[in-house]
């Protein structure tokens, strides 16, 4: 208990699948959250169940590929709270298609949201955590920010941007005590993935070179999470925390 004592973080896409379970988990260990997504109905019932057990959570109305909503969120999240000490940039979207089937619209949506969405929550965040003279940002990438796959060639594209961005991040702030890292889950049981988990042959194709032969939980990467939020990841940055069963390692 009390890993992320009083540290406010700011989790996107907090309504649902893994953002729903960073928050639980992170509230259990102490943390203040400013919750946000698109959905406003789930979010704001994950606040109140934060706050019905005793944690203390807002829940924001947040569109990450908007900038404006981001300076709002930012503004409204420091006023409430005083400050902002982590932020996890986990809103996403998949699109599944192969390259040539891939539109301009598709691209242009799944990079609104994983990559341009990702660089606003950097770029605005970092204001608020210098004045607070630290921070944690973790971006969650995906195994797929990693290695190659066929049919996700847009948001492929964009967790590897994510990688990236988080590292040049790191390189650029670190001065100023902010740590960037990129955590890469592998196949995790959420809305986005349960229309390919309902048949076994689909879960193993799905699931590839899995050494761990099941998709995770989303609280296996909310553990993840928890480390790098708190103070327990204090001299990791610029660093890739890979979740994913053995997948990337044959
Ligand atoms: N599920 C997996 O297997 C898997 C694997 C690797 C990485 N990821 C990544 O993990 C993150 C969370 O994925 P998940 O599986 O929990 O997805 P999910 O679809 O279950 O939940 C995503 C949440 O993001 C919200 N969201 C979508 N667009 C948004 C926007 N424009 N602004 C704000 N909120 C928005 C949704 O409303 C939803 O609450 C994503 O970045 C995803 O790419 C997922």
Redesign the pocket.
């Known amino acids: 208990m009390g890993r992320v004592q009083d540290k406010v973080c700011l989790i996107?896409?907090a309504?649902?699948?893994?953002?729903r379970e960073h928050a639980l988990l992170l509230a259990e260990e102490g943390a203040k959250l400013i919750l946000?997504?698109?959905?406003t109905d789930?979010g704001e019932a994950i606040a109140k169940e934060i706050n019905d057990s005793g944690g203390d959570a807002i829940f924001i109305k947040?569109?990450?590929?908007s900038e404006e909503d981001w300076k709002q969120v930012v503004d409204k999240g420091c006023q409430h709270f005083g400050k902002i000490d982590v932020l996890v940039n986990?809103?996403?979207?998949?699109v599944l298609k192969p390259i040539q089937e891939t539109t301009t619209e598709d691209w242009d949506f799944v990079q609104s949201?994983?990559t341009r969405?990702v660089f606003f929550g950097v770029k605005y965040v970092l204001t608020a955590m210098q004045k607070a003279g630290s921070g944690s940002i973790i971006n969650?990438s995906?195994?797929?920010g990693i290695i190659g796959a066929p049919s996700a060639s847009a948001y492929q594209a964009s967790?590897g941007a994510v990688r990236l961005l988080t590292k040049t991040a790191a390189v650029e702030y670190a001065e100023f005590n902010i740590r960037v890292n990129s955590v890469h889950?592998?196949?995790?049981a959420?809305?986005?993935?349960k229309d390919f988990l309902t048949e076994e042959a689909n879960t193993e194709a799905l699931l590839g070179s899995a050494i761990i032969r099941r998709p995770a939980q989303?609280k296996e990467i909310s553990w993840g999470v928890l480390f790098l939020a708190s103070d327990e990841s204090s001299y990791m940055t610029g660093s890739e925390l890979v979740i994913d069963g053995g997948y990337t390692a044959t």
């Open positions: 996107t896409g309504a649902l699948g893994m953002g946000t997504d698109i959905k789930e947040h569109d990450t590929a986990n809103a996403g979207v998949l949201i994983n969405g969650i995906s195994i797929y967790k889950p592998g196949v995790i959420t809305n986005m993935t989303p």
